[in-house]
């Protein structure tokens, strides 16, 4: 009885998907296809870039409000310098950009500006929250600043290869989706830096007092966080062909759905990458078929607090004892 | 003539169980009414459990409660509260940055018909209670002002507001002065006056017959047996209710022969953070040797968890002063460079620094020594378990596996888990700061063998300690500090109790 309870506990997520799954599939032939699949996925793939980032973050017991603009930038930059380089006037020189150049260069402005929150929040201890609601605001203003308000478009196949290509019959995103969640797993459970992310959220005081170094886990934290969004970003403007400079608004909400309904712990210290991985199919799959069936965009919306609030509960009972 | 006693709460067949785990198992207790009860255990027996039952904080188990033979339920401590039931964690549950009065009366605050607070009223009402309690703070100190001791009085004020008829005190003197536990204790006898029944755990055997009127035994979740004759009942017929068995209870230390010098410090000082011109911690030189076991003791607030928490690297921009391991110096940054040259720090407090209560013991015992458990760049838990099953074996830890969540041990149980921590790092030098905190009478002996065991292995180790016998039987020198700075130094032929006292205070 006991060990029937706690299986059903231990899956309820995948119990809660496979329910979804089946009801969308009896009330839409649509939805059990194999086109329907790759298309969910290829949209899914974005927010679980993020959202394993964003479990780390929460883990620590912090939280980063700047994924979506920092999504938006660093696929700008990448665009930008792919279509038109970067052109140095005072120094009269012009460097133009690869696809490889100018994907790496959307990694590290996101790595970097990840950086920066990691920095405000150990150096200057300004609360996450604050931190990273200063990022999204400052990120925002630099998307637009860099693209002048218009989207960029026109970037060529090969960068297009990256959001709609495919490979050995899978979607390209999904490959990159795929490889992101497996490093993530083995980062959190298999390495020293996982662990320490799991102690600092489980008790920073203690996890201070045994030699670990908060201040660089953390900064690495929100630096990983920083490049996983660029990762997403990049995967979105390939998937556009354009970098939209109003891209990513809101993204934050879906990643931090995502990580609640897979179980992990706002307090921190408890909680896991695959847990995300779930919470963001279901609500992938949620999102998708809604469309499917028609359902007022206006509903939608409700819904998916239904489900978010739900889904914590479901969790506040299963761990009574914590706050 | 001996008068029937007055039972005023009665548990009955009491069963508890966590998942697998046997906390309770078919318990009965009788608390008599005006009465200071005292229930003794060793660490694990169940006295936490079984306390959290009768305050309703746990609602689920099997057997029944009656209160004054009525058969109560209680979903929450709010209930048992209403019933006349209060519960005084170890933990305390005050909001710092609220005032006493507020504390007080949170959650019952008064009010005029427009929802208006009337602060004046509480003011004047918590004056009152704690006037009761001999106490007479001003109502209005933010309570995050207030000593551990004065907190604790504060928890009894709220209890006395509600007009707790039984007070459950779970070790309320483990972390406060001898000072403060002689007032504590005059508040028991106060509230006894008042009819009020007291219910009260605690691993200081000594202190118990100062205030106890019966004791009752818990043994692996069991009630073993109970004493209603305190005049004439001894220490050791306490240890043989607790323990089941005769245990030596005198710690004699084993001689070690010193090796060389380990650990020197030199003019170590630290100045407060706000004052510079004022010390924590001033003028520190001492050195301890390889096998020796020096014992700090002070009073309160003399500032022996700064010291400690300087030499570890807690303060390094601050404080002043060279630290020499194997007559070498070392700088002394942060915690890691503290472990990396060999020091190890078992914290005061084991909840709060000492653990990360969610985790397995298998983590936490690994956490400062990750290292040893990483095998071809990644944690490995096959080598995390035979570590922590090493030290489970050899300090005899309580727990199903070692797999279990560090929470859901009982608090002596958990100071053994942080002990386990420090030795697998392999410390040269080991700082104890109360060691023994909350553990019963048989792990203290596990742990002076234990601390004497360590110094036999060449390690030099300082523990710092406020129970004067204590410190006496298990250090081979005693330095004392008061005031932020030493102000006696004793071996083990000329230290007594007095002298040591005296030094202290001065
Ligand atoms: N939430 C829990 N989950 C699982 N096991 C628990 C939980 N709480 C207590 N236990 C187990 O129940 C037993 C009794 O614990 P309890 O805290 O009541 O002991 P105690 O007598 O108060 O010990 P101590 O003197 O160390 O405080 C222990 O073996 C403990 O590991
Ligand atoms: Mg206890």
Known sequence: MTDLKSILVKFQSIIALLVLCVVLTILSDKFFTLENGWNIARQISINVCISVGMTMVILTKGIDLSVGSILAFSGAIAA?????GLEIPSMNTYIGFTVFGAILAGLTVGGGLGVLNGWMITRFKVPPFVATLAMLAIARGATMLWTGGFPITGLGADFAIIGTGWFLGIPMPVWITVIVVVLAVILTKKTKFGRHIYAIG??????????????????????IAGILAAVGGIILTARLDSAQPNAGMSYELDSIAAVVIGGTSLSGGRGSIMGTVQGALIIGVLNSGLVLLNVSPFWQQIIKGVVILLAVIMDRLNHPNED | MKDQPNI??????????????????????DVHLGKVNVIVGENGAGKSTLMKILSGVYPEYEGELLLNNEQVNFNNPKEAMRKGIAIIHQELNLIPYLSIAENIFLGREIHNAFGILDSRQMVKQTKKLLERLDCYLNPKTLVSELRVGEQQLIEIAKALLEDAKIVIMDEPTSAISDTEVESLFKIIANLKKHNVSILYISHKLDELFL?????????????????EQVEGATKDDLIRLMVGRDIKNIYEKDAVTFGDEILKVKDICLPKATNKSCFLIENINFSVRKGEVLGLFGLMGAGRTELLETLFGLHPKIMTGSVFIDN????????????????????????????????????????????????????NSELESLLSKKYIESLNIKTPSEKQL???????????????????TNPKVLFLDEPTRGIDVNAKNEIYHLINTLAKEGLGIVVVSSELPEIMAISDRILVLSNSKISGEFNQGNANEEAIMKAATA
């Open chain 2, 406 to 424: 560090s929470k859901n041990l009982s608090g002596g149980n958990q100071q053994k888990v942080v002990l386990a921590k420090w030795l697998a």
């Open chain 2, 8 to 29: 005023i709460l009665q548990a009955k067949n009491i069963t508890k169980r966590f998942g697998g785990v046997i906390a309770l198992d078919n318990v009965n207790l």
């Open chain 1, 80 to 84: 930008g310098l792919l279509k038109y």
């Open chain 2, 328 to 379: 070498k110096e070392v700088k002394i940054k942060s915690v890691m460079d503290a472990i990396q040259n060999g020091m190890g720090l078992v914290p005061e407090n084991r909840k709060e620094d000492g653990l990360v209560l969610p985790m397995e013991i298998s983590k936490n015992v690994s956490m400062a020594c990750v290292d040893k458990v990483v095998k071809n760049g990644f944690l």
């Open chain 2, 211 to 227: 205030i106890a009127d019966r004791f009752i035994g818990l043994r692996d979740g069991k009630t073993v047996g109970t004493i």
């Open chain 1, 202 to 223: 489980g008790n920073e005081s203690a996890a201070r007092l045994s030699g670990i170094n908060i201040n660089k886990i953390k900064t690495w934290v929100y630096a």
